[in-house]
């Protein structure tokens, strides 16, 4: 199990950009996980925005897709969401969270539910104002 500690939220107007970081706090790496970014509203269910796995595999949900990406760093040691053109529904409080390697594309995420994950950050407030 890895300590995730994310950072990056805050408010930003319509049609900015943000990027959110999460990285393992007693150190190491992301190599051997399975990683994504959710975010959640008060009064409903978390979902997954976007996953990438422990082999380069990247996938994002279809509401963010060309407008966030998923992305590490060279050392596998950060784990980014850079978010663009954001909009009033993406307000919402972004959790980063890790687990076993392999069915990590949003579609399998869905399909698992969250039992699977089983590391999870504090989370980071997004707030996009129009």
């Known amino acids: 199990q890895v300590h995730l500690v994310e950072s990056g939220g805050g408010s930003v107007q319509a049609g900015g950009s943000l990027r959110l970081s999460c990285t393992p706090s007693?150190?190491?790496?992301?190599?051997?996980?399975?990683m994504a970014w959710f975010r959640q509203v008060p009064g409903k269910e978390r979902e997954p925005v976007a996953s990438a796995d422990s082999n380069g595999a990247l996938s994002h949900a279809n509401s963010v897709k060309d407008r966030f990406a998923i992305f590490l760093d060279d050392t596998r040691q950060t784990l980014y969401l850079h978010m663009d053109s954001l909009q009033a529904e993406d307000t919402a409080m972004y959790y980063c969270?890790?687990?076993?390697?392999?069915?990590?594309?949003?579609?399998?995420?869905?399909?698992?539910?969250?039992?699977?994950?089983?590391?999870w950050g504090q989370g980071t407030q997004v707030t996009v104002t129009s």
């Open positions: 007693g150190g190491g790496t992301f190599s051997a996980y399975c």
């Open positions: 969270a890790a687990k076993a390697p392999g069915r990590c594309t949003i579609a399998s995420i869905r399909r698992a539910g969250l039992a699977p994950w089983t590391s």
